[in-house]
């Protein structure tokens, strides 16, 4: 089993392009999740999906769009970056109430 | 309100000693998670120890338990006979009943062992 996964690992971009992050998870989760972490900080939820074909918007959502493609993939799209959205990103997934989440490895968003 | 707060943002310990990083959780719920995760320098999110609200017993895991003090609202973390691969930062998080699919999380704490 390989968990969660993220492509791509390090991404530079510049302002006003788009991209897509994506995530995929074999431990057949119901929910997933995009976080990001700025340097010295905990995270921040910027959109969830608690089953396939529902998506919800978390603390911080604002110049992101999701798709819950699957049950195994939920991507994470920035249509116009700005140097705000440099950062860390996280996906991650979890079971039930008493489950944790498992973290994928990462994605580092530098935005020019 | 936050819903977790950590409120040392750095801590040192000497190795092999043993250190308590603080959690106080905020929620109305009876049933919720609690959970602490590890991440170190390379930068993966490591998940450590759970405890659910209803457990009576402190949760243990290897050189981690947790502190959970349920009227306090408390969920601390203790790492026994620290090591110096134990520096890292450490997130609280918790998880309510009411919306399971949502996990907050504190701004966490850095935690360095001394040699």
């Known amino acids: 089993n390989a968990g969660v996964t993220q492509t791509p690992k390090f991404q530079v971009l510049k302002t006003g392009q788009s991209m897509t992050l994506q995530c995929a998870q074999d431990?057949?989760?119901?929910?997933m999740y995009w976080y990001r972490q700025d340097p010295g900080m905990g995270l921040r939820l910027i959109y969830y999906?608690?089953?396939?074909?529902?998506?919800d918007k978390g603390e911080v959502p604002n110049g992101y769009n999701v798709s819950r493609l699957n049950k195994r993939e939920f991507s994470l799209r920035l249509e116009s970056a700005a140097p705000s959205q440099t950062s860390v990103y996280f996906c991650?997934?979890?079971?039930?109430?008493?489950?944790?989440?498992?973290f994928g490895p990462g994605t580092r968003l530098l935005v020019l | 309100a936050q819903k977790i707060t950590q409120t040392q943002p750095g801590m040192f310990v000497q190795e092999k000693e043993a250190v308590t990083l603080d959690c106080t959780y905020d929620?109305?719920?009876?049933?919720?998670?609690l959970f602490w995760y590890k991440q170190p320098s390379s930068g993966e999110m490591i998940f450590l120890i759970y405890?659910?609200?209803?457990?009576?017993q402190n949760a243990t895991e290897g050189r981690y338990s947790l502190n959970f003090q349920k009227a306090r609202k408390s969920a601390n973390l203790v790492i026994s006979a620290s090591q110096l691969g134990d520096s890292a930062m450490y997130f609280c998080?918790?998880?309510?009943?009411?919306?399971?699919?949502?996990?907050?999380f504190g701004s966490g704490t850095k935690l360095n062992v001394k040699p």
């Open positions: 431990m057949n989760h119901n929910s």
């Open positions: 405890q659910g609200s209803y457990d009576e």
């Open positions: 929620t109305s719920d009876q049933s919720y998670g």
């Open positions: 998080a918790m998880r309510e009943v009411r919306n399971f699919n949502k996990f907050y």
């Open positions: 991650a997934s979890s079971a039930g109430l008493a489950e944790t989440q498992y």
């Open positions: 999906s608690a089953s396939e074909g529902t998506t």
